[in-house]
């Protein structure tokens, strides 16, 4: 069974840095093969897409794409070899508090459980 484990959210203030992780277990090496991304939601909105990162490369993606919300501050990146993905988030704004999940997708596709981040002084 495929799952999907996120870790890396919490609490931190306006300007300060996090970087969440995913996990995927049950998928091996076909891992390489699948799209990712990032998701956030907060309660009364739609989920809506952070940043993904196309799968298939050989050394850990290919093309990314991000919200422009946060371009420049944001960055996706995985290593196929621990079948992971990351977010690196910096310069963090009160706006960014939300649920973060983890994607990934080929042709079925999961979903994780969801993180907590807070951006609050």
């Known amino acids: 069974q495929v799952q999907l484990v996120e870790s890396g959210g919490g609490l931190v203030q306006p300007g300060g840095s996090l970087r969440l992780s995913c996990v995927a277990s049950g998928i091996g090496s076909m891992f390489r093969l699948y799209g990712a991304s990032w998701w956030r939601q907060v309660p009364g909105n739609e989920r809506e897409l952070v940043a993904g990162?196309?799968?298939?490369?050989?050394?850990?993606?290919?093309?990314?794409i991000y919200d422009d919300s946060v371009k420049g501050r944001f960055t996706i990146s995985r290593d196929n070899a621990k079948n992971t993905v990351y977010l690196q988030m910096n310069e963090l704004k009160p706006e960014d508090t939300a649920v973060y999940y983890c994607n990934a997708h080929l042709n079925d596709e999961y979903w994780g459980q969801g993180t907590q981040v807070t951006v609050s002084s």
């Open positions: 990162i196309d799968g298939g490369g050989r050394n850990g993606g290919g093309r990314r």
